[in-house]
């Protein structure tokens, strides 16, 4: 069974230093994997996706995540924190049997001035 | 910017009132979705649809309902709500071309309290 795990519910960082949001995930097959945003009084919007091209995705926003099947990881990563990324990033696997998205819980971003 | 709009956006409304949560989407997606979210949780799927007159259940069992009679409408109803509904609603589409990866395309969400 396909499953996401955010390991932080909350992540906090100083403006203009790194970001660093894991993910792992659990699948039988070779998963497809998403990351949205959720801005506050926003809808959801794709970061990014791996689909068994490139491991290493870039996505909007300066946003980019590697895929790593020995770990099973997707973690998403910013090299600078903006004020702008402050937001609830989700971890997202695609069902191979249907196609239907597993969620992971989200991670809260701050950004501290 | 995503054409997929949801009305209303907030709604209070007592126990045992019907309820119909409203999603259109100009972009002539075939696949639509209900998502339910409680704060500071995960997305569940409760309802999707491949297309006209397509309505299917999600991994959340949900006393709600479906309908898709156009494409662009994909309307969900409560008959009769409970507290136990109250949480935010998302309404979402994508393109349908068989492919694991269609990205999905989301409203701004119906927030629900139910007294």
């Known amino acids: 069974a396909q499953s996401v795990t955010q390991l932080d519910s909350h992540v906090s960082v100083s403006e203009g230093t790194p970001v660093l949001l894991r993910c792992n995930y659990s699948s039988s097959y070779s998963p497809s994997l998403f990351w949205y945003v959720q801005h506050p009084n926003k809808g959801l919007q794709l970061l990014l996706k791996?689909?068994?091209?490139a491991t290493l995705v870039k996505g909007i926003n300066g946003f980019e995540a590697e895929f790593k099947k020995s770990e099973t990881s997707f973690h998403l990563t910013k090299p600078s924190a903006h004020m702008s990324d402050a937001a609830e990033y989700f971890c997202?696997?695609?069902?191979?049997?249907?196609?239907?998205?597993?969620w992971g819980a989200g991670t809260k971003l701050i950004i501290k001035p | 910017e995503a054409d997929i709009y949801q009305t209303p956006r907030y709604l209070v409304i007592g126990t045992g009132k019907k309820i119909t949560l409203e999603c259109s989407q100009t972009m002539g997606h075939d696949k639509m979705y209900w998502y339910q979210q409680d704060p500071g949780m995960e997305l569940h799927l409760i309802h999707y649809?491949?297309?006209?007159?397509?309505?299917e259940k999600g991994d959340l069992s949900s006393e709600s309902t479906v309908s898709r009679i156009r494409t662009e409408h994909f309307p969900l109803t409560l008959e009769s709500a409970r507290p136990s509904h109250t949480s935010q609603y998302l309404c979402?589409?994508?393109?349908?071309?068989?492919?694991?990866?269609?990205?999905?395309?989301f409203g701004p969400g119906t927030r629900l309290t139910v007294t």
């Open positions: 649809s491949y297309g006209v007159n397509s309505t």
């Open positions: 791996y689909t068994s091209a």
């Open positions: 997202v696997v695609s069902m191979d049997s249907n196609y239907q998205l597993i």
């Open positions: 979402a589409s994508s393109d349908w071309t068989g492919a694991q990866e269609d990205e999905q395309y």
